[in-house]
């Protein structure tokens, strides 16, 4: 039976959510699996990947095959990393010890840079909101200075018109 690591769909339409599973290259693509291995979830940025390595390397050496995307997940978390480190095992090119040394040096390497990863994107969310902060604050500096020309103006015009009914009472009582 030919066995695949593949993603299998699920949530809304619009918003998917993935399980990584070992299923039966013969079964439907939501349809019956073998075992599950993962989720991946591609809406949260950087996205949510929740793999079980050991589970995906037993099936990878079991001969099960990835698809593209499946591979890029499995590459991206270690498990193609880890699989090649136990077949050297296997072979005598270097001992465990040495192998979950690599495989623990690389996975303190990649939380390194998913880290950095989120830091950065943390920071750009921040400096999105400061320049939209200064561009609401100038605009209400703009409609503030706009409405207080234009109640000076109101007043000036007010007290002018004043002034000239004043001015005609006055006129008129000068006349008689």
Known sequence: ?????????????GKPFYWVVAADARAKRDGKFLE???IYNPNTNPATIDLDVDS????????AQPTDTA????????????????GGVKKGALTEEQAEEKFQAWL???????TA???????????AKEKALAAEKEVN???EAAAAEAEAAAQAEAAEAAKAEEETPEASNEEE
């Open 71 to 86: 591979r890029a997940l499995l590459s991206y978390k270690g498990a193609l990393l880890k699989n090649h480190l136990a």
């Open 117 to 127: 990863k989120k830091e950065s994107l943390a920071k750009e969310e921040a400096d």
């Open 1 to 13: 039976m030919p066995v695949k690591i593949r993603l299998q769909r699920h949530g809304k339409k």
């Open 36 to 38: 599950k291995i993962g």
């Open 141 to 143: 500096a703009k409609r």
């Open 56 to 63: 995906a390397v037993k099936w990878l050496q079991n001969g």
């Open 108 to 114: 303190a390497e990649k939380e390194g840079s998913v």
